[in-house]
Each structure stands twice: as structure tokens, then as C-alpha cells.
């Protein structure tokens, strides 16, 4: 089994360095977000020139207790702000992700219980659709959960007002600190919206279909902290390096 992690941590830009990790995953602003490839055991082939699948999963934080504003950075400098705007759509890029997921391995578990093969990537053409269009495409998993679709339609608005409209209608706003205050706390606030409906929609949806595939929650966080070792152990020795060595 191989796996590659894909980001799970803070938003860069505070200067700050990666949270610490807490019952055995990472808090603080930075989605809960880890991509493995996982080359799925099958009685037969259902994938051609295909190595490993993509698999997301966030541990649910959501029936817990609302995300506090203590999770991020309370200042309301324009740094703040960019960097909470760039976090928001990260993490309805996450969601984007775990959307696809579901829908891929949908294709993988019927394809194996048809005896069928697969000729292309089932992830492929997920990555080409819009958040819109995948919404529509996992109606099907999502119909039984009103919850769900209700936040994933309320994901989708915000996603798409935060993408062509924000800076263009607010952007007067980030003259005075109280009206940048006000666009930090919306901003924090889409934030959380993109984390519930992910964690919902992946303890309601994409955990089963993961289940069907033989892929369980200790397998995923047993990958990532490995993984995660050895991202640390890498990147920390080159940014030693860097800075012993200026270009």
C-alpha cells in the first residue's frame, strides 16, 4: 500500500510553523485534510495504467462543538485577511476533493461488484467538473440526508460569491480596521461552513463507500502520521539547508 499526504495544517502567511498535533490529528485554521493513493487489492483488475486512488478523509469535528474563533488568528490586519480569504477557498477546494472521491470510488465499488474493468481513471473527470456540477453528481448518495444537500448548496453560494464577487463588492471595506474586522469574522465563518459540510458529508457519505473498498479510518491516520514524518524530517532539513545557503 502506497500513500502520498496531500496538505493538512495552517494556512502559510501568519509566520507561524504547523500546529501541533492534538489526539492524534492537527487543529488550528488549517483544514483536516489528508490525500492518500492506495492501490486498492481486487479480485481482478478494474483499472488500467492506474497506480493508486485518491482517498479523503477528516476526522468529524462538526457534532462536536462549533469551530471558536480562538482556531485562528484574531488579528484584522490586511495580512490576516488575505490569508483568511486564501484558507476559505482551500477549504471548498477540500470539499471539491472529497466530493470527487465519492464519486470515483463509487465507480471502483461497482465496477468490482459487476465483474466489470475499468478503461480510464475514474478520478479524471471528477477533477474536470466544477463544485456545481459534482453537487448534482452525488445527488444520488446525498438525497437521503437533507442536512447534507442543504449545506452543500450553501457551500456552492459561497464558494462561487467568494471566487467572483468578494473583492469586487468589498473591497472598500478593507480600509478601516472595524469594517476588516467584519470581513475576517464572514470569512471565518465560510470557513467553518466548508469544514461541517466536508466532515458531514464525509461521515454520512464518503466513509461507507471508503469502507466498501476495505479502506478504514486507522488505515488513513496510521498513513498520514507516517507520512507526515517523513514530510517533516524532509522539508525541515531543507529549509535548514536554505537558509545556511543563500542563492
Known amino acids: 500500500?502506497?500513500?502520498s499526504r496531500h496538505v493538512r495544517g495552517r494556512a502559510l502567511g501568519y509566520g507561524q510553523a504547523p500546529p501541533p498535533l492534538r489526539g492524534g490529528r492537527l487543529t488550528g485554521?488549517?483544514?483536516?485534510?489528508i490525500k492518500i493513493h492506495y492501490e486498492?487489492?481486487?479480485?481482478?483488475?478494474?483499472l488500467d495504467d492506474t497506480d493508486g486512488q485518491n482517498v479523503v478523509r477528516h476526522e468529524p469535528t462538526w457534532r462536536e462543538e462549533?469551530?471558536?474563533d480562538d482556531e485562528y488568528d484574531n488579528g484584522t490586519d490586511h495580512k490576516t485577511l488575505y490569508a483568511l480569504f486564501g484558507l476559505a477557498i482551500y477549504?471548498?477546494?477540500?470539499l471539491e476533493h472529497s466530493l470527487v472521491n465519492a464519486l470515483a470510488l463509487t465507480k471502483l465499488v461497482t465496477a468490482r461488484e459487476?465483474?466489470?474493468?475499468l478503461t480510464r481513471d475514474p478520478w479524471a473527470q471528477g477533477f474536470k467538473d466544477m463544485m456545481g456540477k459534482l453537487i448534482k453528481?452525488?445527488?444520488a448518495h446525498t438525497s437521503a440526508y437533507p442536512e447534507v444537500g442543504n449545506d452543500l448548496t450553501r457551500s456552492l453560494k459561497r464558494r462561487n460569491d467568494l471566487v467572483h464577487n468578494f473583492w469586487r463588492d468589498r473591497i472598500q471595506e478593507t480600509i478601516t480596521d472595524a469594517s476588516r474586522a467584519k470581513l475576517c469574522a464572514d470569512l471565518k465563518a465560510d470557513c467553518r461552513l466548508f469544514t461541517q459540510t466536508d466532515e458531514r458529508f464525509s461521515e454520512w457519505v464518503l466513509n461507507p463507500?471508503?469502507?466498501?473498498v476495505g479502506v478504514t479510518p486507522e488505515d488513513v491516520e496510521a498513513q498520514y502520521l507516517k507520512e507526515r514524518r517523513e514530510a517533516m524530517a524532509r522539508y525541515e532539513t531543507e529549509a535548514f539547508t536554505a537558509e545556511e545557503n543563500p542563492t
Do not use: F, W, Y
Not at 114 to 117: I, L, R, V, Y
Open 1 to 3: 500500500m502506497s500513500a
Open 29 to 33: 485554521i488549517g483544514s483536516q485534510v
Open 40 to 46: 486498492l487489492a481486487r479480485p481482478t483488475s478494474t
Open 66 to 68: 462549533p469551530e471558536s
Open 91 to 94: 477549504k471548498a477546494n477540500v
Open 114 to 117: 459487476q465483474g466489470e474493468q
Open 137 to 139: 453528481r452525488v445527488e
Open 209 to 212: 463507500i471508503m469502507a466498501k
